[in-house]
């Protein structure tokens, strides 16, 4: 399953070069993994409430070309299962005008209780039924 969050660069975004500043991206990926989620039935705010949080300890981000002020994008999110606790989220940042690939990352994560002990909630098992390992 792939789902996809539209985007449009703004100016403030970018650094002196006239380019999207890394640290930006990481935004774009996020909000795409939280409506993702959201998408899906997973309440990312409901889980902390209740004392469950979903944390990322890993991010491998390719760098591919620079996305500049009112570029178009979109970012893909596609979720994979590693292990009985750890899961994946494959993101693409693809410019729209010509489907040029931007960005490829792969962000890893797991939910952690109240005891700072990882597991991982049913409602992001039911994300992975396609690959599950559980």
């Known amino acids: 399953m792939t789902f996809k969050v539209d985007f449009k660069v703004r100016h403030y975004e970018c650094d002196l070069q ?14 795409a993994r939280h409506e993702f989620l959201f998408a ?3 309440d990312f705010a409901l889980l902390a409430k209740q004392k469950v949080n979903l944390v990322v300890i890993r991010s491998e981000v390719d760098y591919k070309h620079s996305l500049v002020p009112e570029d ?6 596609k979720p994979v299962r590693l292990s009985r606790l750890k899961f994946a989220f494959e ?12 960005l490829k990352a792969k962000v890893i994560g797991t939910a952690v209780n109240e005891k700072g002990r990882p597991f991982l909630p049913p409602e992001m098992q039911t994300l992975f039924n396609n690959n599950d390992l559980s």
Do not use: A, C
Not at 18 to 31: A, D, K, P, Q, T
Not at 91 to 102: A, F, N, P, S, Y
């Open 72 to 77: 178009e994008f979109y970012v893909s999110v």
């Open 91 to 102: 993101q693409t940042i693809v410019r729209k005008h010509d489907q040029q690939v931007m």
């Open 40 to 42: 899906n039935g997973v």
């Open 18 to 31: 006239g380019i999207v500043n890394n640290s930006v991206y990481f935004n774009y990926l996020e909000h």
